[in-house]
């Protein structure tokens, strides 16, 4: 069966830091991938989707970035946070191919930046 | 952007009541998808309806979609406390992506 991890769960940044947010999927391969932010009582915001390595798409502007250096593995980076970057950040799979289809989600990493 | 809003933003029931939400979307889609949210939780898929197919069951689960209308709606029978949780609509294009909406946050009372 397959699964998604996110790491780390929660994470408590001062103002200017990096971040690094680690995404991985087991049991499948080749899937599409997306990095989703979700500010706290709102609706889900579509940051980057990639469908495959080193393929990655950016729907909005902004202090982040997102790589996808393995087949099943998706980091969302940035150099320097700001406050606008908290936020609840969940990373998805869905079958390569079928990007219309269901989305798996991880569990979401509650990112506070100080 | 966002493609789905839904309606009511909240809704408060009593066991055994029905719960129904509401979502609407702005463009011509593949198909529509809803989901769950437990706080602070990721979301789980619970039913997709395609664009050619106007009701589908799951459970206690039972969505309807009019593309005519561009709405769609989600209606929980019999709720459960466990039902407590943010519902969202997403939609497909024919792309790789889905929209989401705002999400309903149903709060079930024993």
């Known amino acids: 069966s397959q699964t998604i991890h996110q790491w780390p769960a929660t994470l408590v940044q001062p103002v200017g830091s990096p971040l690094s947010l680690e995404c991985t999927v087991e049991g499948t391969s080749n899937p599409n991938l997306y990095w989703y932010r979700q500010a706290a009582g709102r609706g889900l915001q579509l940051l980057f989707y990639?469908?495959?390595?080193?393929?990655i798409s950016s729907e909005v502007p902004q202090n982040l970035s997102a790589s996808r250096p393995q087949d099943r593995q998706f980091i969302l980076s940035s150099k320097k946070l700001l406050l606008s970057d908290s936020g609840f950040y969940l990373c998805?799979?869905?079958?390569?191919?079928?990007?219309?289809?269901?989305?798996?989600f991880g569990p979401g990493t509650r990112l506070t930046v100080l | 952007s966002q493609q789905g809003e839904e309606d009511p933003q909240a809704l408060s029931i009593q066991e055994g009541e029905n719960a129904t939400m509401n979502c609407s979307y702005k463009?011509?889609?593949?198909?529509l998808q809803w989901y769950r949210q437990n706080s602070g939780r990721g979301l789980v898929h619970l039913i997709l309806i395609r664009s050619n197919e106007r009701e589908k069951h799951s459970g206690r689960l039972r969505v309807t979609l009019d593309t005519s209308k561009k709405s769609s709606s989600l209606l929980i029978t019999a709720s459960r406390a466990a039902d407590t949780a943010s519902y969202f609509c997403?939609?497909?294009?024919?792309?790789?992506?889905?929209?989401f909406g705002t999400g309903t946050r149903l709060q079930v009372f024993p």
């Open positions: 990639s469908v495959g390595i080193g393929q």
């Open positions: 998805a799979w869905s079958v390569r191919g079928i990007g219309t289809d269901t989305q798996y």
């Open positions: 997403a939609t497909a294009r024919f792309t790789d992506k889905l929209i």
């Open positions: 463009t011509s889609i593949n198909n």
